[in-house]
């Protein structure tokens, strides 16, 4: 069973910048993409961006100027940056798998939450 | 960006009852269409793929149907382990978009 776990830390000030990690255990990173997602308190949910394991990248175009992701394969991790927080950055984080085909997410993290304030 | 809207955004029912929750594409999205369930406090869970597939493991009283613009999830019998929100999802573009999310409460 492919368990995906955040982490990362769960207050960041604004300006700087917000980093997180995705654990990948119980299957292989490779060959999947990989998303992020958040979701602030009581909204729906936005698409951060994807990676694949070849490196190669996709991001939300209202993002894309402030998000870097990556990918170790060696550590079956893969991981988000999003830079010049504010507070509409506040969100619990979720890291998912994609399926490739249907563009689905078929295993989640069970989320991060992060705080943007001073 | 492809606009997702669901319809209603709450909704109260009751055990037993059959549900209908609506999703439109702003433009055409064939069956690329998944449909999720969350709880408060938990990650989004799997229901439906492709518009009218079911993810494994997922009950048969919840069906998905529709292609191009206009999507339906139903569940048949609601149980009491069915209130929760629901999301559209749609992956014709590669920059996904979700539905704003339906509410099912109990009544």
């Known amino acids: 069973q492919v368990q995906l776990q955040e982490s990362g830390p769960g207050l960041v000030k604004p300006s700087e910048t917000l980093s997180l990690t995705c654990t990948v255990s119980?299957?292989?990173?490779?060959?999947?993409?990989w998303s992020w997602i958040r979701q602030p308190a009581g909204k729906g949910l936005e698409w951060i961006g994807r990676?694949?394991?070849?490196?190669?990248?996709n991001y939300n175009p209202s993002l894309k100027s402030r998000v870097t992701m990556s990918v170790d394969t060696s550590k079956n991790q893969f991981s988000l940056k999003l830079s010049s927080v504010t507070a509409a950055d506040t969100a619990v984080y979720y890291c998912?798998?994609?399926?490739?085909?249907?563009?689905?997410?078929?295993?989640w993290g069970q989320g991060t939450l992060v705080t943007v304030s001073s | 960006d492809i606009q997702m809207t669901q319809s209603p955004s709450s909704l109260s029912a009751s055990v037993g009852d059959r549900v209908t929750i609506t999703c439109r594409a702003s433009?055409?999205?064939?069956?690329?269409l998944n449909w999720y369930q969350q709880k408060p406090g938990k990650a989004p869970k799997l229901l439906i793929y492709?518009?009218?597939s079911l993810q494994s493991g997922v009950p048969s009283r919840f069906s998905g149907s529709g292609s191009g613009t206009d999507f339906t999830l139903t569940i048949s019998s609601l149980q009491p382990e069915d209130f929760a929100t629901y999301y559209c999802?749609?992956?014709?573009?590669?920059?996904?978009?979700f539905g704003q999310g339906t509410k099912l409460e109990i009544k």
């Open positions: 998912a798998r994609v399926v490739a085909v249907a563009g689905n997410f078929d295993y």
């Open positions: 119980g299957g292989s990173i490779s060959s999947y993409y």
């Open positions: 990676i694949y394991t070849s490196g190669s990248t």
């Open positions: 433009q055409s999205i064939s069956s690329y």
């Open positions: 492709a518009a009218s």
């Open positions: 999802q749609q992956s014709y573009s590669t920059w996904c978009t």
